[in-house]
């Protein structure tokens, strides 16, 4: 070998040997990180942080690095940019569990893996307890208010915004939410599920039903799902409403009564409150009510749509939460004399009669 041909291979060798060198570092790298990556985090028992709306990754991962947690937060940072993926990660609370790595926790962030909480409304709950039980949640955002029912009109879907009241129009069931979600969020949900069940119910209705339309079936339902909480009980309940409603009696149903006194009911049901006229007091009106008096699962919807067959037109409690159905006004007031001697005066369980 000439030294002409060494000196012009000394650059060659040179820049290969930094090549190799800094390729070795590289990947000596990666596999530190990689090891890194999978290792277990510094985790004896679960911990909750939290990304919360309109945050940054940065503070999630510096309250991690805070808690003796996670290390090398600059590092997931970086991970998640080169992925395209740091714009991407969902706000709420996330736990991490003993045995989670820097790799879980990426995933955990990228899945929107977050703490979830639940809150149930039970059926014949009205607006107002609706509101109340998830402002009782202190991790929902509380941005409605009753007092103030414009807010509610982004909720509604249109055609039953323009109804009186939103009474009713929201469905009774358990409601999965995160933090970062608001009042406002649920009441959408709980909406469209009522909308949904209702179309589904009303499609499927039986024939001579005596409703305009389905937000009567909606009112119909309200009250049976008031008057009886047995579920035997509801269609029957349904068919003496329908058969009443057919023959152009009154309805005489001591739960809308109750619904209309408002705040002022101390929980006694008075012959003057049922002489007392308002839109509410179907002992005093015909047809229906105005608007639904509850929020009425879809139990109450079906047996609003499907209502029992048969003759009878009055229905008394027994004491025990079921009912007696009577035929004529004779056999009723008989009921009236067995099933409450010790209660004359109407109460909000009710008795039917004229």
């Not at 959408?188 to 949904?196: E, G, I, V």
């Amino acid at each position: 070998m000439s030294p002409a041909f060494s000196r012009r291979e000394l650059p060659v060798r040179l820049l290969l040997a930094i090549v190799l060198g800094c390729a070795t570092v590289i990947a000596s790298f990666l596999l530190g990180f990689r090891a890194w990556f999978d290792a277990p985090l510094n985790l004896s028992a679960a911990v909750v942080v939290e990304l919360p709306q309109g945050g940054n990754l940065r503070g999630l991962l510096g309250d991690l690095r805070a808690r003796g947690v996670l290390m090398h937060p600059f590092l997931v940072r970086c991970y998640l940019r080169l992925e395209g993926k740091a714009n991407k990660v969902r706000a709420g609370e996330y736990e991490l569990e003993p045995g989670i790595t820097a790799r879980g926790v990426v995933e955990k962030l990228l899945a929107g893996d977050v703490v979830e909480y639940s809150v149930t409304v039970v059926e014949g709950a009205t607006l107002a307890s609706m509101l109340d039980e998830f402002h009782r949640q202190p991790k929902l955002r509380k941005t409605i208010s009753l007092s103030a029912p414009a807010m509610l009109s982004a909720v509604l879907a249109q055609g039953y915004a323009v109804k009186p009241s939103p009474e009713g129009l929201f469905f009774p069931d358990t409601y999965r939410f995160h933090l970062g979600m608001s009042d406002r969020d649920l009441l959408a949900a709980s909406h469209r599920r009522l909308a949904a069940v209702l179309e589904e119910e009303w499609a499927e209705r039986a024939e001579g039903l005596p409703y305009r339309d389905s937000y009567d079936a909606l009112i119909m339902a309200s009250l049976v799902e008031r008057e009886t909480g047995r579920a035997a009980e509801r269609a029957a309940i349904a068919g003496v409403f329908v058969r009443r409603l057919q023959t152009g009696m009154l309805l005489q149903t001591d739960p809308a009564v109750i619904y209309g006194l408002g705040e002022s009911f101390d929980g006694n049901l008075t012959r003057l409150h049922l002489r007392t006229p308002g839109p509410y007091n179907t002992y005093l009106n015909p047809g229906l009510p105005p608007t639904p008096i509850a929020l009425p699962g879809r139990a109450a919807i079906h047996a609003a749509l499907h209502p029992e067959p048969g003759n009878a037109l009055y229905f008394v409690a027994r004491g025990d939460g079921s009912h007696q159905f009577s035929a004529t006004l004779e056999e009723h007031n008989r009921a009236v004399q067995t099933y409450q001697r010790a209660r004359r005066s109407r109460t909000a369980t009710g008795s039917k009669g004229p």
